[in-house]
């Protein structure tokens, strides 16, 4: 049940015009649990949650227009996958996804790739290149600020084939298709996710692809930590439901408190991917630019609470001294205020990024380009 205070915050931004969708994100509580307050409270009405759902059931009810569905198939037949050709079209994963399989499309689509035997098992066949106007344009785009996955919604590329353009012209060649064949390579950063196999949406379960899609509606990507962990989808679904409880559900410790933890460890633990996912969730969550950048370099500089403090330091030390630590070791916390429900928490985050820190690190785990131009700016 939500303290007094929670309550008081989640009016507060409800008077100041704020949707149900930020003040959940805001406030770290559910989305149902703010429309229960605000509809206790009075603040919306009734019948709108009713109004909401109608809603939604209708948009699930639309069909895709069949000049667009041509195009959807004319595109998944080149060997787009279903969430690239969502993402660039701005549409939901799941439509694309029943669209094509009701077409009986998906099933004769994956048997080809097979029959033909294009790459290695499990892999692809190259995409062709994109055009030298086209590669300009990618360009361009990048350079007044856009995002791999706002670029490919305007040029409909798919993302790794923007972030292979952006990775050449970073190292100043140019974006033209190549005269002749590249010579056989090790997948580059921008090409891979992980040094093990990653496998296509399509072939996992559908309660797998169904959270991929609501991650893509949500940020408008899908974290690669969720393409990488779903090599054992049931792993992926059962690790999923406990980070995500643990780091956005109603605690002990705020949500900022739990990214301020997820940072330093991360940082210590010289984890590239969490570093990037994490500092952008705080600077999203914070509308700090600066934070999760002094974290990062030395935390004991931040500016930071002592509660705060007393939590890094904590953090940190579970990190680097487990064996030797002692029940005087949790003094420190207790003086700060934080009780043993907070400790354990507490404890369970760092030992939450200290798993996903090593998986990443040992197993070459690559993060999602456009984490490190979120939020950049002060909010």
């Given at each position: 049940?939500?303290?007094?205070?929670?309550?008081?915050?989640?009016?507060?931004?409800?008077r100041?015009?704020?949707?149900?969708?930020?003040?959940?994100?805001?406030?770290?509580?559910?989305?149902?649990q703010?429309?229960?307050?605000?509809?206790?409270?009075?603040?919306?009405e009734?019948?709108?949650?009713?109004?909401e759902?109608a809603?939604?059931?209708g948009?699930?009810?639309?069909?895709?227009p069949?000049?667009?569905?041509?195009?959807?198939?004319?595109?998944y037949?080149?060997g787009?996958?279903?969430?690239?050709?969502?993402?660039?079209?701005?549409?939901?994963?799941q439509?694309?996804?029943r669209s094509?399989?009701e077409?009986?499309?998906?099933r004769?689509?994956?048997?080809?790739?097979?029959?033909?035997?294009e790459?290695?098992?499990?892999g692809?066949?190259?995409?062709?290149?994109?055009?030298?106007?086209?590669?300009?344009?990618v360009?361009?785009?990048?350079?007044?600020?856009?995002?791999?996955?706002?670029?490919?919604?305007?040029?409909?590329?798919k993302?790794?084939?923007?972030?292979?353009?952006?990775?050449r012209?970073s190292?100043g060649?140019?974006?033209?298709?190549?005269?002749?064949?590249?010579p056989?390579?090790?997948?580059?950063r921008?090409?891979?996710?992980a040094?093990?196999?990653v496998?296509?949406p399509?072939?996992?379960?559908?309660?797998?692809q169904t959270?991929?899609?609501?991650?893509?509606?949500?940020?408008?990507?899908v974290?690669?930590v969720?393409?990488?962990?779903?090599l054992?989808?049931?792993?992926?679904?059962r690790?999923?439901?406990?980070?995500?409880?643990?780091?956005?559900?109603?605690?002990?410790?705020?949500?900022?408190e739990?990214?301020?933890?997820?940072?330093?460890?991360?940082?210590?633990?010289q984890?590239?991917?969490c570093?990037?996912?994490?500092?952008?969730y705080?600077?999203?969550?914070t509308g700090?630019?600066?934070?999760?950048?002094?974290?990062a370099?030395?935390?004991?500089?931040?500016?930071?609470?002592?509660?705060e403090?007393?939590l890094?330091?904590?953090a940190?030390?579970?990190?680097?001294?487990?064996?030797?630590?002692e029940?005087d070791?949790?003094?420190?916390?207790?003086?700060a205020?934080?009780s043993?429900?907070?400790?354990?928490?507490?404890?369970?985050?760092?030992?939450?990024?200290?798993?996903?820190?090593?998986?990443a690190?040992?197993?070459?785990?690559?993060?999602?380009?456009?984490?490190?131009?979120?939020?950049?700016?002060y909010?």
């Amino acid at each position: 049940m939500a303290s007094n205070a929670v309550v008081e915050q989640v009016l507060a931004l409800s008077r100041e015009g704020k949707s149900i969708t930020e003040i959940a994100r805001e406030t770290g509580l559910p989305f149902r649990q703010v429309r229960s307050l605000l509809a206790k409270a009075g603040q919306i009405e009734a019948g709108e949650e009713q109004a909401e759902d109608a809603e939604g059931a209708g948009r699930k009810r639309e069909e895709i227009p069949e000049e667009l569905l041509a195009q959807i198939e004319a595109r998944y037949a080149q060997g787009e996958t279903v969430i690239d050709i969502a993402t660039s079209l701005e549409l939901n994963y799941q439509r694309v996804l029943r669209s094509l399989r009701e077409r009986g499309v998906l099933r004769q689509e994956r048997r080809g790739r097979r029959a033909k035997g294009e790459g290695k098992a499990g892999g692809k066949g190259p995409a062709a290149e994109p055009s030298q106007q086209l590669a300009t344009e990618v360009l361009e785009l990048a350079q007044q600020g856009q995002s791999p996955v706002q670029i490919a919604r305007a040029t409909g590329l798919k993302v790794r084939q923007i972030n292979a353009i952006l990775q050449r012209g970073s190292r100043g060649g140019t974006a033209a298709a190549p005269t002749t064949p590249a010579p056989a390579r090790r997948p580059s950063r921008h090409d891979a996710t992980a040094w093990l196999r990653v496998p296509e949406p399509e072939d996992l379960p559908e309660a797998v692809q169904t959270l991929f899609g609501k991650f893509l509606e949500k940020t408008g990507l899908v974290p690669n930590v969720a393409r990488n962990f779903a090599l054992l989808p049931e792993h992926f679904l059962r690790w999923f439901s406990y980070y995500d409880y643990l780091m956005r559900s109603e605690g002990q410790l705020s949500r900022r408190e739990r990214e301020m933890i997820a940072v330093v460890v991360s940082s210590h633990n010289q984890c590239e991917y969490c570093l990037a996912s994490h500092s952008a969730y705080l600077r999203e969550l914070t509308g700090d630019p600066v934070l999760p950048e002094a974290l990062a370099a030395n935390y004991r500089r931040a500016e930071v609470t002592p509660r705060e403090r007393a939590l890094l330091d904590f953090a940190v030390q579970m990190t680097t001294a487990s064996p030797r630590m002692e029940e005087d070791d949790l003094e420190p916390l207790r003086r700060a205020g934080l009780s043993d429900e907070a400790i354990f928490e507490a404890a369970q985050v760092a030992a939450m990024f200290n798993l996903t820190n090593r998986l990443a690190n040992a197993l070459g785990w690559k993060p999602n380009a456009e984490y490190y131009g979120m939020h950049r700016a002060y909010e």
